[in-house]
Protein backbone atom coordinates (compact mmCIF):
# COMPACT_ATOMS: atom_id res chain seq x y z
CA UNK A 1 0.00 0.00 0.00
CA UNK A 2 1.14 3.39 -1.00
CA UNK A 3 -0.26 6.41 0.99
CA UNK A 4 -0.15 10.27 -0.58
CA UNK A 5 1.18 12.60 1.83
CA UNK A 6 2.28 15.89 2.08
CA UNK A 7 5.76 16.42 2.72
CA UNK A 8 7.15 18.58 5.27
CA UNK A 9 8.33 22.25 4.42
CA UNK A 10 7.42 21.68 0.41
CA UNK A 11 3.77 21.40 -0.22
CA UNK A 12 1.99 18.90 -2.20
CA UNK A 13 1.79 15.52 -1.62
CA UNK A 14 4.03 12.79 -2.72
CA UNK A 15 3.43 8.66 -2.66
CA UNK A 16 5.17 7.28 0.46
CA UNK A 17 4.95 3.91 1.53
CA UNK A 18 4.17 2.85 4.81
CA UNK A 19 6.11 2.65 7.53
CA UNK A 20 6.23 0.54 9.99
CA UNK A 21 2.55 0.13 9.25
CA UNK A 22 2.18 3.45 9.24
CA UNK A 23 2.40 6.59 6.49
CA UNK A 24 5.99 7.73 6.72
CA UNK A 25 4.26 11.49 7.02
CA UNK A 26 1.23 12.53 8.33
CA UNK A 27 -0.85 15.71 7.25
CA UNK A 28 -0.86 18.01 10.40
CA UNK A 29 2.26 16.58 11.74
CA UNK A 30 4.48 19.87 12.82
CA UNK A 31 5.76 21.35 9.43
CA UNK A 32 3.57 19.31 7.87
CA UNK A 33 2.54 20.95 4.46
CA UNK A 34 3.57 23.84 3.46
CA UNK A 35 5.55 25.03 6.19
CA UNK A 36 3.73 27.65 6.78
CA UNK A 37 4.05 29.47 10.33
CA UNK A 38 7.54 27.92 10.56
CA UNK A 39 9.49 30.45 9.07
CA UNK A 40 10.42 27.50 6.53
CA UNK A 41 9.95 27.36 2.66
CA UNK A 42 10.49 24.81 -0.14
CA UNK A 43 14.06 23.79 -0.95
CA UNK A 44 13.44 21.94 -3.97
CA UNK A 45 10.63 21.89 -6.94
CA UNK A 46 7.09 21.38 -6.17
CA UNK A 47 6.81 18.70 -8.63
CA UNK A 48 6.58 15.60 -6.92
CA UNK A 49 8.04 13.86 -9.93
CA UNK A 50 10.91 16.58 -9.43
CA UNK A 51 11.76 15.63 -5.86
CA UNK A 52 13.67 13.03 -4.32
CA UNK A 53 13.64 11.47 -0.42
CA UNK A 54 15.78 14.14 0.91
CA UNK A 55 13.76 17.70 2.29
CA UNK A 56 14.99 20.35 2.59
CA UNK A 57 13.81 23.79 5.04
CA UNK A 58 15.20 26.86 4.12
CA UNK A 59 14.89 28.90 7.12
CA UNK A 60 16.75 31.90 8.96
CA UNK A 61 19.82 31.10 9.85
CA UNK A 62 19.76 28.01 8.32
CA UNK A 63 23.71 27.47 8.57
CA UNK A 64 23.79 27.96 12.44
CA UNK A 65 20.36 25.77 12.65
CA UNK A 66 22.13 22.97 11.54
CA UNK A 67 25.11 22.96 13.34
CA UNK A 68 23.12 23.82 16.65
CA UNK A 69 20.64 20.56 15.45
CA UNK A 70 23.79 18.70 14.87
CA UNK A 71 24.90 19.44 18.19
CA UNK A 72 21.23 18.36 19.60
CA UNK A 73 22.22 15.32 18.01
CA UNK A 74 19.88 15.49 15.06
CA UNK A 75 21.26 14.45 12.45
CA UNK A 76 21.10 16.89 9.22
CA UNK A 77 23.16 18.64 6.82
CA UNK A 78 23.78 22.46 5.49
CA UNK A 79 22.43 23.25 1.83
CA UNK A 80 23.62 26.54 0.35
CA UNK A 81 20.71 27.95 -1.51
CA UNK A 82 18.33 25.28 -0.19
CA UNK A 83 18.71 24.76 3.48
CA UNK A 84 19.03 22.31 5.98
CA UNK A 85 18.44 19.22 4.30
CA UNK A 86 16.77 15.97 6.47
CA UNK A 87 17.01 12.62 4.73
CA UNK A 88 14.41 10.55 6.59
CA UNK A 89 14.91 6.84 6.19
CA UNK A 90 12.09 3.93 6.47
CA UNK A 91 13.51 3.25 9.56
CA UNK A 92 12.90 6.72 11.32
CA UNK A 93 10.10 6.80 13.35
CA UNK A 94 7.08 9.75 13.45
CA UNK A 95 8.66 10.24 17.13
CA UNK A 96 12.03 10.90 15.62
CA UNK A 97 11.00 13.05 13.09
CA UNK A 98 8.43 15.29 15.09
CA UNK A 99 11.20 15.72 16.96
CA UNK A 100 13.87 17.10 14.47
CA UNK A 101 11.33 19.64 13.30
CA UNK A 102 10.39 20.77 17.32
CA UNK A 103 13.87 21.07 17.70
CA UNK A 104 14.04 23.51 14.72
CA UNK A 105 11.29 25.29 16.19
CA UNK A 106 13.30 25.16 19.65
CA UNK A 107 16.39 26.56 18.54
CA UNK A 108 14.74 29.87 16.24
CA UNK A 109 12.33 30.35 19.33
CA UNK A 110 15.84 30.45 21.18
CA UNK A 111 17.49 32.42 18.45
CA UNK A 112 14.82 35.27 18.81
CA UNK A 113 14.52 34.70 14.51
CA UNK A 114 11.01 35.54 13.43
CA UNK A 115 9.11 33.39 10.78
CA UNK A 116 9.58 34.58 7.75
Known sequence: MVYRVPTIGLGGATAVPPVHGR??????????????????????????????????????????????????DVLVDFRPRAGVRFSPHFYNTLPEIDRAIQTVDEILSEMGVAAR
Open 23 to 72: PAARPGSPGGGDGSGTGAGPGAPRDPELRGGTVAIDMPNAYEVCQELLRR
